[in-house]
């Protein structure tokens, strides 16, 4: 039942909104659009919470909304921790411990719309702004970011080209935005109306076309920044292809292929690449 409804509930939507483009299509992609930025889960539970008081909550601002961020103190380098899409700070736990051991000063962020940051919705571009914000007051010269809070990182970096930035880690990141946005309006089975109207939508909104934010394409700025990138060869939520083609661009970037981590790779062995290449 279900693997029915996960399958029914998209379809129904879609056809809701394939059916109200015959009105109007601006309509339709203006819902699209807001269906696709916001996250069903993110928020912190009581588990989650208790780790995160072990740290130093500290809110920063950006546009009025309440981006959190999480201190904890060391005398090593700055890291910066960017969690993905439907998550929040506290997944960083098991790494976090590692970082300490090493006396790294840490901090992490929610993402907009997720754990305890504010916002209505939730994009790479918005968050990448977030993460400026916290770059700088923090200065980091590591940023950690899994799924789209590597391709955030990246984004950012492409954008404010900070000096202070050394190394770059990216797990499991997504390449295209393109082919994500293709995931979801396949996934909803949006007509070509609805699909062109989004496209517009997001090119009135962000300035762009989908097509032009690329994680791969804006790693071809990150000159000075030693990369590297890991990648689960059976990741089902973002392809190994597109670990593949951001190390292409990137220059000065190392790619650590896994199997059988999956997308979340939250696993020692891969916690272990990670403080090796940090240390080094």
């Known amino acids: 039942m279900k693997k029915f409804l996960s399958k029914a509930v998209p379809k129904t939507v879609g056809a809701l909104l394939n059916a109200s483009s015959i009105i109007s299509s601006n309509y339709a992609a203006a819902k699209a659009l807001s269906l696709f930025a916001t996250p069903r889960k993110g928020l912190v539970n009581k588990y ?53 051991n090493e006396k790294y000063n840490i901090v992490a962020l929610d993402a907009p719309a997720h754990g305890k940051s504010e916002s209505k919705e939730f994009n790479a571009i918005l ?15 590591i940023i950690i970011g899994h799924s789209v809070g590597g ?40 007509n070509e109306s609805v699909v062109k109207s989004l496209d517009k939508l997001i090119e009135d909104t962000f300035g762009a076309p989908p097509s032009a934010f690329s994680t791969a394409k804006f790693a071809k700025s990150l000159n000075g920044v ?29 790619l650590i292929s896994t199997s059988g981590f999956g997308h979340s790779l939250n696993n020692k062995e891969v916690y272990d690449h990670i403080i090796d290449f940090i240390n080094n």
């Open 48 to 100: 989650q919470e208790h780790f995160l008081n072990t740290s130093k909550r500290i809110p920063l601002n950006y546009n009025g909304f309440s981006i959190m961020t999480y201190h904890w103190p060391g005398n090593n380098n700055t890291v910066l921790l960017s969690h993905g899409w439907e998550s929040n700070a506290s997944r960083w736990r098991k790494l976090i411990a590692l970082l300490q």
């Open 127 to 141: 968050y990448s702004e977030y993460i400026n914000v916290v770059c700088n007051k923090y200065e980091p010269e």
């Open 151 to 190: 391709m955030a990182s990246v984004f950012y970096q492409n954008k404010y080209q900070s000096k202070n930035l050394k190394k770059l880690v990216l797990l499991g990141a997504p390449s295209e935005f393109k082919t994500i946005l293709k995931s979801y309006t396949d996934l909803l089975s949006y």
């Open 226 to 254: 030693e990369g590297l990138i890991i990648h689960d060869k059976k990741d089902r939520i973002i392809s190994y292809r597109d670990a593949e083609l951001i190390h292409k661009n990137f220059k000065n970037s190392l």
